[in-house]
């Protein structure tokens, strides 16, 4: 999820109904710790609904005033590596919505980590209005061309629907708790 809300209001309406999704279900929320974007508008969404949030975020976003106010807890980290293996260590599970290059770096290396075996954290696509299409396709291309396993391509949860993902997500063979960190630049 990203630092902006993009070209069309459904990103937006997409992030706050994943937000609100998350704390009717009683998940928390671990992300960038931002309060502009779509990262901003689902937090807002967690909180306005009771959840819980936890951003994490690096000093120097602190600075430039991006921090979000209202967090439940707020982790500052020293740098942009730190802050994504502080969201990674504390949640159970990773979501990708519409985003720019920050969010695809995320997803990516946490869908890599997850074929290492160093994560095993179930990982969504929130594919908003066929945003992720291209990805999709060029992950399937892998898979054609033989650079990427089935089963790896296959380990990514892929839907349009804040509450479809979520109820794929649970069913998934990979742990499934309390705390979700939704990846964000």
């Known amino acids: 999820m990203g ?25 928390g929320l671990v992300y960038g710790g931002g309060n502009v974007g779509l990262m901003g508008r689902m937090a807002d969404a967690v909180l306005h609904q009771g959840g819980e ?8 976003m602190v ?34 919505l519409p985003g720019g290059i920050g969010t695809l770096e995320e997803l990516i290396e946490a869908y890599t980590w997850l074929q290492l075996r160093i994560i095993k954290h179930p990982i969504g696509i929130l594919n908003t209005a066929g ?22 391509r296959n380990r990514l949860v892929i839907d349009d629907d804040p ?6 997500m649970k069913e998934t063979s990979y742990s499934f708790e309390e705390k979700w960190h939704i990846t964000e630049s």
Do not use: C, W
């Not at 509450?163 to 794929?168: K, N, S």
């Open 53 to 60: 949030v936890i951003g994490v975020i690096p000093g120097f």
């Open 3 to 27: 630092s902006n809300i993009g070209a069309n209001r459904i990103f937006t309406d997409a992030a706050v109904e994943l937000g609100t999704q998350l704390a009717a279900r009683n998940i």
């Open 163 to 168: 509450a479809a993902l979520l109820d794929q």
């Open 131 to 152: 945003y992720y299409d291209p990805l999709i396709r060029m992950l399937d291309n892998m898979v054609e061309n033989r650079f990427l396993k089935e089963i790896h």
């Open 63 to 96: 600075d430039k005033e991006l921090a979000h106010e209202r967090a439940s807890e707020m982790i500052i980290t020293k740098s942009m590596h730190e802050r994504k293996a502080t969201m990674v260590e504390k949640s159970d599970a990773i979501i990708a």
